[in-house]
Structure formats: structure tokens, C-alpha cells
């Protein structure tokens, strides 16, 4: 099912707040640039502070939700993106191409448009099980087919380092897998909203359901229970960064 990103733009900001530990990982890689191009840029999280940056963004409704703080954004699409060959020194896209309709090509112009190097953030179906599969099957087969592998980011990307981004129990940006230590948290439609992933599920109803129930009676606790004693967790998400001259 296809994704309204008008609508995922709703209360995206209110959680989908960009995490610190996160955006410290991420920063690493853009330093010293003086300019960025952010790729399906949403509204604005993780856009670095300390140099000029333009955000690429389809939806209407995601730009018109970024704080008069945030830089220029621009409607479109990383499959034409309006700018010349080496425009900006870095292009980022963070949790974004597993949206695009034409991954390969959307990469090719982030490479087209960035003189030193590519910098995404995405899910790398390697990662061990996740309890939420359990409850909601699906999942993994939807997540299978949008995220592309690492080998394909590779043929894609031409050379690739690839760094592990752990978790944080307290994640403040609540992506798909942010509540892994919290999770009462998806029983509430607001946060759902704000996940892309719910709205291609065909019923998550059944899932709920039984989520409510296990965390209820300790179910949840007496399989799950491992987690608590952790403070990050390894669920799949690498930053990947392409160096244009490496
Ligand atoms: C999960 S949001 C991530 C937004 C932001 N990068 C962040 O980290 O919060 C995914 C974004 O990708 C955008 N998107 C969808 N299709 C796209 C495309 N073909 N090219 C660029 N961006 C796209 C959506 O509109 C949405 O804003």
C-alpha cells in the first residue's frame, strides 16, 4: 500500500523528534562541509547547523510544517533533483530511500549533485529477529521489500562504509523500531501515524489486540523481558556513506 506523506506529516514533528545520540552519529560525517543537500528532507531533523543546507522534499505538507529556523526547502523528488552536477559538497538522506519510487536513479542523482560523499540513514534487514514481528508479521516482509540491501546500495553507490547506529532505550525520534523498550507505546494511534510501515500493513488490528493483552497478563514481560536490562539495542539501522574519491 502506498504511503500519504501529507498525511504522515500530520504530527510528525510532535514524534519524530530528531534524537541527540543519533544526530551526534550522523554529524560525524558532515563535518567541515559547507554546503548539504537534504534528500526527502521531511521536516528538517538531523539537518546539520553549521553550514549552508538546502532541503529536497515531495511532500507540500512536510515543508510547510518546518520552523522558520530550517533551511530552504524545495519541492521535489530525489529522482530529479533541480540542481547542477557537484552543487553541494555532501547529499544526505536520512530514513528516506525506502520511499522513493526509483531507488537506483534517486541514488545516481544524490552522486550527481555531491562533490565529496553520500550520507544516508536506513534499515538493513540483517538484524536479528524483533519482538514486534511477532505480534505484527508483516512487518518484515513489507520492510524486505522497500530497504534495499547492502550489496545493492553498493552496486548503486560504488564503495560503501557502513556504521552501526544502536538504539537508544529512550529514543526520541519515533521511528518504526524507537519503542523497542517501550512497547505500549504502539498502542497508541499517534505514534503509529507518525510510522510509515503501519500504513502499508493491510491490518495490524489482530496485532494490537494481542499486544494489549501480553502486556496486560506479563506475557510480553515473562518472553520479552530480556530487553529491560539494556540501554541500546542493534535493530538493523546503519548509516551508509559513499565517498565520491575513496
Ligand atoms: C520517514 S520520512 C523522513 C524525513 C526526514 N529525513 C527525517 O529524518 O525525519 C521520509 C521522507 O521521504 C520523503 N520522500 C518520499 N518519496 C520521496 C522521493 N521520491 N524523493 C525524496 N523524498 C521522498 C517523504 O515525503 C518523507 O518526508
Known amino acids: 500500500m502506498a504511503v500519504n506523506y501529507d498525511a504522515l506529516a500530520v504530527d510528525y514533528q510532535a514524534y519524530r523528534i530528531p534524537d541527540r545520540r543519533i544526530s551526534e552519529k550522523i554529524n560525524t560525517h558532515l563535518e567541515n562541509a559547507g554546503s548539504v543537500l537534504n534528500v526527502g528532507a521531511g521536516t528538517g531533523s538531523y539537518e546539520p547547523r553549521h553550514c549552508k543546507v538546502v532541503a529536497l522534499e515531495p511532500s507540500q505538507e512536510m515543508i510547510s510544517k518546518r520552523g522558520i529556523d530550517k533551511a530552504e526547502a524545495i519541492l521535489g523528488s530525489a529522482e530529479n533533483i533541480p540542481f ?14 525506502h520511499h522513493w519510487r ?16 553520500v550520507v544516508l540513514l536506513t534499515w538493513i534487514d540483517d538484524s536479528p529477529r524483533f519482538w514486534m514481528q511477532d505480534y ?26 557502513v556504521e552501526v547506529v544502536e538504539i537508544p532505550e529512550d529514543c526520541t525520534d519515533g521511528f518504526m523500531c524507537a519503542y523497542w523498550k517501550r512497547p505500549a507505546a504502539y498502542l497508541d ?4 501515524a507518525a510510522i510509515s510501515t503501519f500504513s502499508r500493513m493491510s491490518d495490524y488490528e489482530a496485532g494490537l489486540a494481542k499486544l494489549k493483552d501480553d502486556l496486560e497478563s506479563g506475557e510480553w514481560k515473562s518472553k520479552y523481558g530480556q530487553l529491560l536490562e539494556m540501554n541500546s539495542l542493534d535493530l538493523g539501522y546503519r548509516l551508509v556513506v559513499s565517498e565520491k574519491n575513496a
Open 84 to 97: 547542477q552536477d557537484d552543487a553541494f559538497e555532501i547529499a544526505m538522506g536520512i530514513l528516506t530511500i
Open 102 to 117: 526509483n531507488l537506483p536513479r534517486g541514488l545516481a542523482e544524490m552522486k550527481r549533485v555531491a562533490r565529496r560523499k
Open 136 to 161: 505484527f508479521p508483516e512487518m518484515r516482509d513489507i520492510d524486505h521489500q522497500i530497504f534495499p540491501t547492502l550489496t545493492e546500495l553498493e552496486s548503486y553507490l560504488g564503495n560503501i562504509k
Open 189 to 192: 494511534h499517534r505514534v503509529r
